[in-house]
């Protein structure tokens, strides 16, 4: 059939409605804010975002815990929290942090305390207003992120822990299975910063000290193996210092010390 410019005219009208068509399609339903959400709104797909739960910190339900101290014209707020059934998650860890109810304040142990509830949780120290540290405890052990600041809010220093250690910390073990740890080399920063711990096969403690870029210092102390005191060392407290160190006392292996440093140069003098 001989198409006529009627038909013709029909078909364009038809294509360029069809187009307009199209084209309203798409936008409607790329662009239009209010017809998405309302069909979000009839079908139930808005997303809600979970409430966080309170007090729950490592999936443990905790307790609110908060002292003030009060200096002068200032006042020291201490906020945190503990759990009451406490555990020990490191058996090598130097530093446990608790609650003390009878001090009420907050103190380190080296075990478990039974008068007194181990910190687990967020923790803010304040002075008046202004916040000079804040971290983060598990199970009484310092854990991820530590920062202090001064008055100012000048941030002073940042800490990175991973049970109790300083993340980047070396560790040695005695045993392939990495079970028995011999020594913890602390390093921050790239270099040997802070204390130092060296065990037994036992477990018992075999040496402590602290580093301060790279270099000892302070009083070292070696023990044996049943937990006594063996040997101190003194360091500089200047790491740069170039003086010697020297033994200031030492024992023996029951107990009974066999040096003193201040009581023999008394007699040699």
Do not use: C
Request: charged share 30%; no cysteine; glycine share 6%.
């Amino acid at each position: 059939m001989k198409k006529t410019p009627l038909t013709f005219f029909l078909i364009m009208i038809a294509s360029i409605s069809y187009s307009q068509d199209i084209f309203r399609l798409n936008a409607d339903t790329i662009s239009s804010r209010d017809l998405l959400f309302q069909e979000a709104e009839d079908t139930l797909m808005i997303t809600r975002k979970k409430k966080k739960k309170k007090n729950i910190f490592f999936g443990i339900k905790t307790k609110k815990g908060f002292i003030r101290t009060i200096s002068g014209r200032n006042n020291i707020y201490e906020n945190f929290f503990y759990i009451k059934d406490p555990e020990l998650k490191n058996v090598y860890a130097q530093e446990l942090y608790f609650y003390d109810k009878k001090k009420k304040k907050i103190v380190k142990s080296r075990k478990i305390l039974e008068d007194a509830l181990m910190l687990h949780g967020t923790y803010t120290k304040r002075f008046n207003d202004q916040v000079i540290e804040s971290g983060t405890f598990y199970y009484g052990l310092k854990q991820n992120r530590w920062i202090r600041l001064n008055r100012s809010d000048i941030l002073q220093d940042k800490e990175i822990y991973y049970l109790g250690w300083f993340d980047e910390s070396i560790r040695y073990f005695w045993d392939t299975e990495k079970l028995k740890l011999k020594e913890v080399l602390p390093i921050k920063y790239g270099e040997k910063n802070g204390n130092y711990y060296a065990f037994h096969l036992n477990g018992e403690i075999a040496a402590r000290g602290k580093f301060l870029h790279d270099k000892r210092i302070g009083v070292w102390t070696e023990f044996y193996n049943t937990g006594k005191k063996k040997r101190e060392i003194n360091y500089n407290e200047d790491p740069f210092n170039t003086n010697k160190q020297f033994i200031v006392r030492e024992w023996n292996n029951n107990g009974k010390l066999i040096y003193d440093r201040t009581l023999f140069l008394k007699r040699n003098n």
